[in-house]
């Protein structure tokens, strides 16, 4: 039971990551959704269609002047190892240190496949 739970976190961690970081479903899903305005998307195409090489992700660090919140959805590290500590306090147990491992292991051999 114990390795199932670490799989499916693992798992879990990096579809997040994926998403949040290769693709531009955040952004598809906010405008569907209506809250665009909620999370800047509306000034961020306005930005976009400045300079195209601008992401999200980049335009959240100029909007927020790198504030603390922008750094850490910003960075995949961090994102994982936050994500493995909350998981071991939801779960109440130590053994799932390893999924800060695996998922920084998976998430960087994804993101090298996804760019070639």
């Given at each position: 039971?114990?390795?199932?739970?670490?799989?499916?976190?693992?798992?879990?961690?990096?579809?997040?990551?994926?998403?949040?970081?290769?693709?531009?479903?955040?952004?598809?899903?906010?405008?569907?959704?209506?809250?665009?305005?909620?999370?800047?998307?509306n000034k961020f195409d306005e930005e976009y269609k400045k300079d195209f090489t601008l992401d999200y992700l980049t335009f959240l660090s100029m909007e927020y002047n790198n504030n603390f919140v922008t750094k850490l959805i910003s960075c995949p590290i961090c994102i994982i190892v936050w994500?493995?500590?909350?998981?071991?306090?939801?779960?109440?147990?130590?053994?799932?240190?390893?999924?800060?491992?695996?998922?920084?292991?998976?998430?960087f051999l994804m993101s090298k496949l996804m760019d070639q």
């Open positions: 039971m114990d390795i199932e739970i670490t799989l499916h976190l693992v798992a879990f961690i990096n579809t997040v990551l994926v998403i949040w970081f290769k693709t531009d479903a955040f952004l598809v899903y906010a405008r569907l959704l209506g809250v665009s305005k909620l999370f800047k998307i994500g493995g500590i909350f998981s071991a306090i939801y779960f109440g147990a130590l053994y799932l240190c390893p999924v800060i491992i695996l998922s920084l292991i998976l998430y």
